[in-house]
């Protein structure tokens, strides 16, 4: 596992950024979920298939699975939720959420018939299926939260992948759509829906490819100058943005990290740029020199030819591209002509 995925992973296991994550997504930002309301669970997801002698097991692990339990408007609410972080657009989503929620649907059904044994009124359907006709799963929602500067430009559901947009095959093929964040398609106005620093992580990811609105955010905004330490370190890996970050009282101020790192850009710009100077003049002296070592070369082939009588003075002066007096005075053949 690379540190990215390491990083992305123990950022978004946070229940607070979790359940900030689940909030924005299913409540438009209301705070609904809390963090007390999440109990983490195995992100193994591990199928075996159902039929005669099928036992063949399929491994997945996922980012960050949690169970929740909250109440909603007198309603007890139970969901199993999972967070898949990307940062590169992966162009089979759907199909990759798709297994893990499958395969997890799959891993309750085998958990419910568990409790089989202490069932003496079973019915031969209820045994064969492992799932008794009044039995209930727990709903499956996976979120994808894409930490990408770009847009995200993947499809969005398993119709979208499909090789025909046919709508009378596509009524019989069940869809698949993906549930998705990502920095570029929130708009600013909706980051304040967000409460713990996935906000933070998100807009400065958003304005990472305007170096202008970047410096702005960070100034105006009083949250990046005491950002927390794995907050700020996310966003300077993932934007790969190199600054040099000090910790003071427990937070980083990102504003004067930006600073930091604008003023080392710029110095560096200024050596980069007198380096590539003296490159420039030591390649252009060189090409220079070579040029005029052929020319003094050519001149000397054309005396010698001269001195031969295998050429006139006037076809040596044309093939020099000269006059008669130019090739005299520059070869050195004056004083020879007494």
Avoid at 86 to 92: D, E, K, L, N
Avoid at 116 to 126: H, I, P, Q, R, Y
Wanted: hydrophobic letters at 40%; one cysteine or more; charged letters at 30%.
């Amino acid at each position: 596992m690379g540190r990215i995925d390491t990083e992305t992973k123990a950022f978004m296991s946070d229940p607070a950024r979790f359940a900030d994550a689940f909030n924005y997504l299913i409540y438009d930002g209301q705070q609904v979920i809390k963090p007390g309301d999440l109990k983490p669970l195995d992100t193994t997801e591990i199928a075996i298939p159902f039929g005669h002698n099928a036992r063949v097991p399929e491994q997945k692990f996922r980012d960050v699975l949690k169970l929740v339990s909250v109440m909603r408007d007198g309603e007890a609410i139970y969901a199993v939720l999972g967070v898949e972080n990307q940062t590169r657009v992966h162009y089979a989503m759907p199909v990759k959420d798709m297994l893990y929620d499958a395969m997890n649907y799959v891993r309750q059904v085998s958990e419910n018939k568990k409790t089989f044994k202490n069932d003496g009124g079973l019915t031969t359907e209820a045994y064969l299926s492992g799932f008794r006709k009044e039995d209930r799963l727990l709903p499956v929602i996976t979120l994808v939260l894409y930490f990408g500067a770009s847009e995200w430009d993947g499809p969005m559901s398993i119709h979208e992948m499909l090789n025909t947009q046919n709508q009378r095959l596509l009524d019989f093929v069940p869809d698949y759509r993906i549930n998705l964040i990502a920095p570029t398609q929130v708009p600013d106005e909706d980051f304040e829906k967000f409460r713990t620093d996935l906000r933070d992580v998100m807009q400065f990811i958003k304005a990472s490819n305007d170096r202008q609105k970047m410096e702005r955010l960070t100034t105006d905004n009083e949250r990046f100058q005491r950002m927390t330490p794995d907050a700020a370190e996310l966003i300077n890996l993932l934007t790969d943005s190199k600054m040099h970050l000090t910790v003071k009282e427990g937070t980083v101020n990102m504003c004067l990290a930006i600073q930091q790192m604008m003023e080392s850009s710029k110095a560096a710009g200024v050596l980069e740029g007198e380096a590539k100077g003296r490159a420039k003049g030591r390649a252009e002296g060189k090409a220079e020199g070579k040029a005029e070592g052929k020319a003094e070369g050519r001149l000397e082939i054309l005396v010698s030819l001269w001195k031969k009588n295998r050429l006139t003075l006037q076809e040596a002066a044309e093939e020099a591209e000269m006059t008669v007096d130019e090739f005299v005075n520059k070869s050195g053949i004056k004083s020879l002509m007494n």
